[in-house]
């Protein structure tokens, strides 16, 4: 009997910390702006498409147009200082993944990046965002490019909303420290995900 209270006593605590209406540890995590939910899309990569050639990388056996895909989010909660968005492979035979882009510092005031903002110069960026080391070696977008004859890949386009207006990264900074600074300071993110084969 004392073990049926104890578990009913688990059961009470899990309900109230999940709230009256048993909103998912996911949805708390993801962080909402007057009730909408914080999230990101893209009229050039669909959420569980496929990346097309115009984004796909261009080498290493490669022949996109390595253009990074123009993108848009909305619903940031309360507190977001800046932005930071990141495109990932989880499924590179690297043992630790892939890392195709990585942006920070964009000004909480941007809700998008237009089509080729990740070029070499970053000119489509907004002012003072500044792009991070991908795997490739570069600081710009390098797109989809998985080994011939894999199983399509996973590609996680994320957008990070942080509490401070700037991270203070040096420039030699490694993909790992850049994502290190990004989930110290997130207060919440959003993703999607796109698939590439070949």
Known sequence: MHQLSRVASIITVASLALGAGGVSHTALAQGTARGKAFSISSTDVKRGGRFGNTQVYGGFGCTGKNVSPALSWSGAPAGTKSFALTIYDPDAPTGSGWWHWMVYNIPATATSLPA???????????????????????HMYGGPCPPAGDKPHRYIITIYALKTDKLDIPASATSAFVGFNIHGAQLAKASLVARYGR
């Open 116 to 138: 080729g903002a990740g070029d070499e110069k970053g000119t489509g960026l907004p002012a003072g965002a500044v792009q991070g080391p991908t795997d490739f070696g570069a």
